[in-house]
DNA sequence: CGCGATTGTCACGAAGCTGTCACATTAGCG
DNA sequence: CGCTAATGTGACAGCTTCGTGACAATCGCG
């Protein structure tokens, strides 16, 4: 799973490098801002995927930009937490209604800003499609997260059921390790290009020999998963 | 249609008049108690449809009972309006986190409580009938609220009746933690995906030897309940 | 208020998975 | 047929995920 993106917009240096220490640690990924204006753009060119929004600040305030951006459809998705002083109580419902997600009140422990996040960002993220693939007797149901060969189960890590459900999805074209890695592993992650041949042998091992010919090796070039030949 | 029934609860009599002339008029059956206890009793007693609640209360207080309803599994369903003074309006967000699906400010009009009340009935779930489930020999009665397994009793904690009541009628699909979180605990709760493990452990544990299959780890992933393999 | 039940967290160990290496095997080519 | 580069394969150390028991905080109920 890609980690997510967090734009902090805040003016106080401070807060914001506390907050980013405490979202780093939980393996998140980080951008700042101090300003509405520098939010907006950022907003717009990093696609972050969660605004952690103060509500005070000079020049447009937090809200204002929140109203800005839940109304421009491009942006309008965004999920919005906003951070707010204790004596700002009374503005939470013009926030909420502003169309934030949740707010904070300042002080907050890192423990519930994280966790607070993670439900904004749980609630926020669509499931993809999930139909089952079926071929030649091979079968991979995302909903139930099963894989079977004539009906009977077989048994999958989950590398290889990421590596198999690409494949399934993307029959009939030859990919190479890099690409395999940037689809099936993620972009960011840096692993030797053989790996992938392991995981492939791995698959294979599992499919057993009925449907091992299914993932052909194309010399020189990577693998490709087909029903011919 | 049968008519719905409301439950007004407030402890001044002739705010209780009021509303209950406005939804007589509009064809509601009307139900009155005057503190939470009482309230409490009937909803139970009587099923009520939609619960009208006045959120200052000498004794126990409107929220306060919004929230036991809201925990117990029985009557989690009901859908509540919080009546509120204006000036407690700050309490707004806690009245809505505490379950409360609309509220409504006093001094109000009967005409907008009417429109309110028909807003949120027609969004309230169609709560799925309360059906038995039986699987494997292990049976869940959602009306007596048990638990059974070959017949004999089962001694469920709250949140793993929750959990089994989820699983059972969510089978062959498997879960992420936070998945679980959201349709188990309820959306905005901040609570480590770990203790969804802990709980489903206790689950197993209560099951016993012969149904704790049904509950099975996807490993990477999450869990699924399921009678195959 | 006091008691038992329930709940969320944590720490630790077990089990499973992953990435990498070294070496074996194979395909392609002159 | 011999050579080389590419791929297959088995082993393994390190890492991640999961199961489990313990514990403190809180809740519900007298």
Redesign the pocket.
């Known amino acids: 799973m890609t980690a997510k993106t967090v734009l902090i917009v805040d003016d106080e240096a401070s807060i914001r490098e506390m907050i980013a220490v405490a979202l780093e640690m939980a393996d998140y990924h980080v951008l700042e801002a101090d300003n509405a204006q520098t939010a907006h753009a950022m907003v717009v060119d990093d696609q972050p995927d969660l605004l952690l929004l103060d509500w005070m600040m000079p020049g447009t305030s937090g809200i204002e930009l929140a109203r800005r951006l839940k109304r421009d459809t491009a942006t309008a998705e965004l999920p919005i937490i906003l951070l707010t002083a204790k004596s700002e109580e009374d503005n939470k419902i013009q926030g909420l209604e502003a169309g934030a997600d949740d707010y904070i009140t300042k002080p907050f422990s890192p423990r519930e800003l994280v966790?607070r996040l993670k439900a904004v960002l749980r609630r926020a993220t669509p499931t993809g499609v999930e139909e089952t693939v079926e071929i030649d007797g091979l079968r991979l149901d995302p909903v139930s997260h099963r894989v079977s060969a004539n009906g009977e189960a077989l048994d999958v890590?989950?590398?290889?059921y990421r590596l198999l459900q690409f494949f399934m999805t993307h029959q009939e074209r030859a990919y190479t390790r890099s690409q395999l890695l940037d689809q099936v592993?993620g972009g960011n992650?840096?692993?030797?290009e053989?790996?992938v041949?392991?995981?492939?042998?791995r698959l294979?091992k599992v499919l057993g020999d009925d449907h091992q010919h299914l993932i052909q090796?194309?010399?020189?070039?990577?693998y490709r998963f087909s029903t011919k030949e």
């Open positions: 966790a890590g989950p590398t290889e592993w992650v840096y692993v030797e053989r790996t041949d392991v995981h492939i042998r294979r090796t194309v010399r020189g070039t990577g």
